[in-house]
Nanobody
């Protein structure tokens, strides 16, 4: 089995910063592309940022210049540094990863961590 566990969410004032972490555990050969998604009440889940195993990244337009995604392949961990937070960033943030195990790639989700930005 594979588990993705997020941490680092919380309540912060507008303009503040938070750093999210996602740790992968379980039995698998390797982690491929990983990403952060978010879902606000009443909205669909949307991509925030994604990073390949080689470190290539892409971001949603709404977070470009404010958020930075990174990963530590040795530690099986992905991060999301969020700066200049806005109330519209309030959402549950989910970790997502393509994991190669048992001869094939499968996609996994974490349980999410709440980020609340007050105005």
């Amino acid at each position: 089995q594979v588990q993705l566990v997020e941490s680092g969410g919380g309540l912060v004032q507008a303009g503040g910063s938070l750093r999210l972490s996602c740790v992968a555990s379980g039995t698998f050969l390797s982690l491929d592309t990983m990403g952060w998604y978010r879902q606000a009440p009443g909205n669909q889940r949307e991509l925030v940022a994604r990073i390949t195993v080689g470190g290539s990244t892409n971001y949603a337009d709404s977070v470009k210049g404010r958020f930075t995604i990174s990963r530590d392949n040795t530690r099986k961990t992905m991060y999301l540094q969020m700066n200049s937070l806005k109330p519209e960033d309030t959402a549950v943030y989910y970790c997502n990863a393509d994991v190669f195990r048992l001869g094939r790639s499968s996609n996994y989700w974490g349980q999410g961590t709440q980020v609340t930005v007050s105005s």
